[in-house]
Structures are given as structure tokens and as C-alpha cells.
């Protein structure tokens, strides 16, 4: 996506109409994204995603989200869906990019798992050139929708030669939150595949994560995709991308270590937020004899790289 048009988009993606009665909190989380865009680093996960979900529907694509807190974001990151603090007039800035642009909608659905992800999975199959996604609550709940995972999601192309693109956005629960907060079992999904069925994927970045998305419509075919999203990464101050990271290049399925020095003689595999831990440390330590790589596609695994 063009540099240019990332600036364009963020300016209208945070800007509101000028009767519109924005809560003050909300107005400086707008200004701050669009000055880090501007100023082209510092995009953090919730901006690159906004700006991923802008940059298809000006290409046409519509972009279907649902889950039971998805307007505001399970963790109030995301702010699709704004609100008038005086009236509660609803304004999508999603909506408003361009006259010719795909639809945003944008649904909190009930608390019954299996119910939703079995509409949006039928969803998916009709409007395959649409980015549909259910995002679970933190929790994360997507257990109660596993028959519809097993014998749909998972086995429906063998099954009935039916192709689906839908995405499942999981909050990661396995970031030390306890019970209840870790039913996004990776292993879970990782023993249903097979023969290329679907992605399973653990980005660590934003940029990652905009281009991950995008892939899900631009791509000739079309697989579910899980991604493992996170929580502690929504707000790292190391878990940032730039605009150039978004404008060029394209989602990997393993990323080498940004500052790895010729004299690395053991190298780390990890995934997720493990990686800005090790980095952390490794930095704290001063060691220069250590690569940390990670991985951020699990399925299809990239063997080759």
C-alpha cells in the first residue's frame, strides 16, 4: 500500500465530523495515532489493524467483524465504533474513506460461541472476497464453539470442496492470566491440521499483523486463519512498526533477529511476546552471542526457511 495513501487513510480513519461530541480520552488516542502515521513510526497494533481493514475497503473489500466486544476492542484498543457523548450517535469512520469504497460492519454478538462462528463461517463461504472475522472475548471462549472448528472450519474443503477465508482472532490467554483466560489452546488447533487445511499464525508486530490480514483477500485461494492475537503487545513500547514496514513488504513467516551480530554462535527459537523478553534480557546481559528468530506461521510450517 502506498505510503501516501497510509497517510490519507489515517487522516480520515481519526477525524470526526465537527458536530460530533467525541469523549476528550478518545480524541487524544485519534490524534496520537495519526501523528505517529504522520510522522511514520511508532504504529502500534490497533492503528496497523485500523489502517489494514481502511486500505481493503478502499480497494473494495468489505470487512466483516464480530465478537462480543468487537466494536471497542476486548481490550479497548481498537474504538471502530465511536459514540456521541451527548446524543450515543454512532459515527464509523471505517464508513467514510470513499465513495466507492466496501462496507464495514461491525457486530457485538451474543455470548453464544458456536451460534456466531457457525453464521460467520457460512458468512465466509458466501462473500469470499470479503474479510471476515470473529474476534473471541478474553477469556477466551472459543472452546465453546470447538464442534464448529472440528467439523466445519477445519474439515470443510476435504469434506464438501467448500472454501473459506473466515479469520478467528483469539486473544492469546497464555500471557499469564490463569483460568479462564487461556482456552486459545494453540495445540488445540495445531492437532487439526492437515493437507494445508488452514493457517495458524502468532505475529508479533503490527506490521505482521497488517499484512496477515490483507494476505486473507489478496491471496488466490482462500483458508481460515487463526491468529493468536495478544494483549501485553497491544501497548509495548517495543511492539511498534513503521509506516515504511507497512507500505512495503510482506507478511513472514519467520522473522530474523533485527540486530543479530556476526558473532551469534547459538540462536533462539521462540514465538509471541517470548521474543521482546529474550530481547530484553539479552540486551540487559549485554550478550552479542546469542539470535533470537521467531516464528510467527506455525501452519503451514516454513520448513524451507
Request: a negative charge.
Amino acid at each position: 500500500v502506498d505510503k501516501d495513501i497510509l497517510i490519507s487513510l489515517a487522516k480520515t480513519l481519526n477525524t470526526v465530523p465537527d458536530a460530533f461530541n467525541l469523549n476528550p480520552k478518545l480524541q487524544r488516542l485519534l490524534d496520537k495515532r495519526l501523528q505517529a502515521v504522520e510522522q511514520g513510526e511508532g504504529i502500534d497494533w490497533a492503528n496497523a489493524e485500523s489502517l489494514a481493514f481502511a486500505s481493503l475497503l478502499k480497494e473494495g473489500a468489505s470487512v466483516r467483524l464480530s465478537g462480543q466486544d468487537s466494536g471497542r476492542g476486548t481490550f479497548s484498543q481498537r474504538h471502530s465504533t465511536l459514540v456521541d457523548i451527548q446524543n450515543e450517535t454512532r459515527y464509523l469512520p471505517l464508513n467514510s474513506i470513499d465513495a466507492d469504497q466496501g462496507r464495514f460492519y461491525v457486530y457485538d454478538s451474543l455470548l453464544s460461541e458456536a451460534g456466531v462462528l457457525g453464521f460467520e463461517y457460512g458468512y465466509s463461504l458466501a462473500r469470499p472476497d470479503s474479510l471476515v472475522m470473529w474476534e473471541a472475548q478474553f477469556g477466551d471462549f472459543v472452546n465453546n464453539a470447538q464442534s464448529v472448528i472440528d467439523l466445519f472450519i477445519a474439515s470443510g474443503e476435504t469434506k464438501w470442496q467448500r472454501f473459506s477465508g473466515l479469520t478467528l482472532l483469539l486473544p492469546h490467554g497464555y500471557e499469564g492470566m490463569g483460568p479462564e483466560h487461556s482456552s486459545a489452546r494453540l495445540e488445540r488447533f495445531l492437532q487439526l491440521c492437515a493437507a494445508d487445511n488452514m493457517q495458524v499464525c502468532n505475529p508479533t508486530t503490527p506490521a505482521q499483523y497488517f499484512h496477515v490480514l490483507r494476505r486473507q483477500v489478496k491471496a488466490p485461494f482462500r483458508k481460515p486463519l487463526i491468529v493468536m492475537t495478544p494483549k501485553s503487545l497491544l501497548r509495548h513500547p517495543l511492539a511498534v512498526s513503521t509506516i515504511d514496514d507497512l507500505a512495503a513488504g510482506h507478511f513472514g513467516p519467520v522473522l530474523d533477529d533485527p540486530v543479530a551480530s556476526k558473532e551469534a554462535r547459538t540462536v533462539l527459537v521462540c514465538s509471541g511476546k517470548i521474543f521482546y523478553e529474550l530481547f530484553q534480557n539479552r540486551n540487559d546481559l549485554e550478550k552479542t552471542d546469542v539470535a533470537v528468530v521467531r516464528l510467527e506461521q506455525f501452519y503451514p510450517f516454513p520448513e524451507l526457511q
